[in-house]
């Protein structure tokens, strides 16, 4: 009991800080109101351009898909916005269940640019891959406008499968920076680099027999969520591979809710399929990490009960890692991300339990052939 005590406080620090980051932090609004709303739940017939099926029924836009090449949308141009800095789009989606998890459809509320050079900058879009059914959902997202655009449109689109979407409570605010955000923010950073030091020798990372792997392992997996999602589009070629394991939006500065339901609806193997499939760098990365951290662990001759409770630090490694990417730019926080992990950890738990037993029944077989002898 005494030992069980021990072992949670010294995990306490990071599990505090773990739920400020997670429930206090989103909760922070980084910019304030700076004028009066440029779109404030519009109606159908005050749409600049509107192509395709598209119908309004109490407030409610509904874009429907007849064939897979039509893309209906709905376009409402809010004019030059030169003088803001920030646009806060919000609303409500809500899409047509999915029937095949390989032909999934892309359903847009986004905020598109028009640049001096004629150059359009599209918005963030949102893909529902998933089987199952994506319930209405709330949306909101800040997008920093670029310094040349001269004109801006919200956008509801759908493309994709066959099928429709609905869009309501549909809102555009020009917003600034509030003076304390930064503060803030960086209070918070400064705070979880405090507690990396503090539990590297905690966890007396630098005794371990693997220790270089595990910290290279570990970097990897940093560096991962806390670069920019364009670096991974536009980088290096090693960059761009990177971010075919890493499937994710680009929200322009705050995060968007995630709109794809990943739940065991549609069978277990689909379920597998989906999440690792967009999440692969997850999978691996943390699936090596806890394989090392096991291995290290066998090289110390630790007792049995040390490997549950390294696979439980890993998840909560996966978890803070995660939560990283609320102060990172263009990074959201997905709990899809967080299961990834998970399965990561199992898996490699089960090939280490494995390869263990092996490697035991050699060693019987090799003594028993020296008795014999």
């Known amino acids: 009991m005494d030992e069980s005590l021990n072992q949670l406080k010294k995990r306490l620090p990071a599990l505090i800080m ?14 304030r109101p700076a004028g009066q709303p440029l779109l404030d739940h519009p109606q159908l017939v005050a749409a600049d351009f509107v192509h395709g099926d598209c119908s309004a029924t109490n407030g409610i836009i509904r874009i429907n898909q007849h064939a897979a090449g039509d893309h209906p949308e709905v376009i409402f141009d809010l004019g030059n916005v030169s003088r803001y800095e920030i646009i806060r789009l919000s609303g409500c989606l809500q899409a047509d269940p999915v029937p095949d998890i390989h032909a999934g459809h892309t359903v847009s509320l986004r905020l598109d640019q028009r640049l001096a050079d004629g150059q359009l900058l599209r918005g963030s879009w949102h893909r529902m891959s998933a089987v199952g059914t994506l319930e209405r959902s ?39 920076r ?21 539990y590297y020798r905690i966890c007396r ?31 290096p070629g090693f960059l761009r591979w990177f971010s075919q394991l890493e499937m994710q939006t680009s929200p322009a500065v705050s995060p968007a809710y ?14 597998f399929e989906y999440i690792i499939g967009r999440s692969t760098g997850h999978f691996l990365f943390f699936g090596s990490l806890a394989f ?19 696979g439980l630090d890993i998840l909560l490694f996966g978890a803070v890692t995660e939560s990283l990417q609320y102060f ?11 299961l990834c992990n998970t399965y990561g950890m199992l898996v490699a738990l089960l090939l280490f339990i494995l390869l263990r037993k092996i490697w035991s ?9 020296i008795n014999l002898d």
């Not at 509030?178 to 503090?198: A, E, M, N, Q």
């Not at 730019?329 to 899809?336: F, L, P």
């Not at 029944?361 to 052939?369: N, P, T």
């Open 328 to 338: 990172a730019v263009e990074r959201t926080v997905d709990i899809q991300d967080m």
């Open 361 to 369: 029944s050699l060693k019987w077989e090799q003594a028993g052939s």
């Open 205 to 235: 990372l630098h005794e371990r027999p693997l220790r270089y792997l595990i910290l290279l392992n570990a970097l990897v997996i940093l560096v991962g969520v806390m670069l920019p999602t364009r670096w991974f589009q536009y980088g």
């Open 292 to 310: 090392l951290t096991f291995l290290s662990g066998a090289l110390e001759c630790r007792e049995y009960r040390f490997y549950p409770r390294a």
């Open 18 to 31: 773990l739920a400020a980051t997670l429930f206090v932090w989103p909760a922070i609004d980084p910019c």
């Open 138 to 176: 709330f949306f909101i997202q800040d997008y920093m406008l670029e310094n040349d655009a001269v004109a801006t449109q919200v956008v509801l689109s759908r493309h994709g499968s066959v099928g429709s979407a609905a869009f309501d409570s549909i809102q555009a605010v020009p917003v600034v």
């Open 178 to 198: 509030s003076g304390f955000y930064p503060w803030v923010r960086w209070s918070f950073i400064l705070t979880w680099c405090l507690l990396g030091i503090f």
């Open 258 to 271: 995630e709109l794809v339901a990943a739940g065991l609806g549609s069978g277990l193997l689909d379920h």
